[in-house]
């Protein structure tokens, strides 16, 4: 498994496990936290998710999911805008290690950006990693202007930007992502299949085919060919986590991401960042 390493130096599978959209059908649930074992066991060991995911209750499925294997797992959560104050974010924070049967988040991150300033984000993050109850944070659908804001508002330990990227979303390549990698922070992508829609595209089903490949497998091995760049699909089965935790052994060909460049042209300008 390729890795990807954070600006503080931690280094995590470059190939982690999404929660969107799970919890929420309680007769899967037996099935989702299966999958989510699964893909520990096979080594995606980061595994993501946020308050706002089932109003909690995907947090209560990770943690059930990894209960027994806390130590083995990089977890991250996230905060919804709104509470990310001094005064609210320690609170959800505290909601989210309860829900999750955990003492400590190892990457937090603001959801998206809200009215709260983000110097006062900034200083509830530090708060709380001084406090032992998260070990680093970032943000999520931050644009590159709210990038600079955020560093020029003492954002310097920010390790990552969760963004919506995939071959259909590039548009992030014109300016964002080149600005995260000059600061050596990784593209956390979430997602990495159009949450579904890409596996349907006929250009890519007939490319899969001759590849004796699966559509999702060469849209997740294009993103982890690029430097820098962590993706988390969500699978709701084992065989599905199966299916995903194999696109980190397909190798792309230059000539291969050339053909599924050509097919999914990023835009000639920039685009202000997309988000789901």
């Not at 080149?178 to 890409?198: D, I, N, T």
Request: glycine fraction near 8%.
């Amino acid at each position: 498994m390729q890795t990807i390493r954070f600006p503080d130096g931690t280094v995590v599978p470059a190939l982690g496990q999404g929660s969107w959209m799970m919890a929420e059908d309680p007769s899967r649930r037996g099935d989702e936290i299966a999958a989510l074992r699964e893909g520990v066991a096979l080594g995606m060991t980061l595994i993501d998710t946020a308050e706002m995911y089932a109003d909690g209750e995907s947090e209560r499925l990770v943690g059930e999911a990894i209960r027994g294997l806390r130590d083995e797992v990089f977890l991250v959560s996230k905060a919804y805008p709104q509470n990310a104050s001094r005064d609210r974010l320690p609170r959800a924070c505290e909601a989210s290690l309860a829900r999750l049967g955990t003492d400590r988040i190892d990457l937090y991150l603001l959801h998206w950006r809200g009215r709260v300033p983000l110097a006062e984000t900034v200083e509830a993050m530090e708060r709380l990693v001084a406090a032992g109850k998260i070990r680093r944070w970032g943000v999520s659908n931050l644009d590159s202007d709210d990038m600079a804001e955020l560093i020029a508002a003492g954002g310097s330990g920010c390790q990552t930007d969760q963004i919506l990227y995939n071959l259909t979303r590039r548009g992030p390549e014109h300016d964002l992502i080149p600005w995260l990698a000059q600061r050596h922070m990784p593209v956390m992508a979430y997602s990495p299949v159009e949450q579904g829609r890409l596996i349907a595209d006929r250009g890519l089903v007939q490319f899969a085919r001759e590849r004796q490949v699966t559509p999702a497998q060469l849209a997740l091995a294009w993103l982890l060919a690029h430097d820098g760049v962590l993706a988390i699909p969500k699978a709701g089965s084992i065989s599905h986590v199966r299916d995903n935790r194999a696109a980190a052994d397909l190798m792309l060909t230059a000539e291969d991401r050339q053909r599924l460049e050509t097919m999914f042209p990023r835009p000639r300008q920039r685009q202000p960042l997309e988000m789901l």
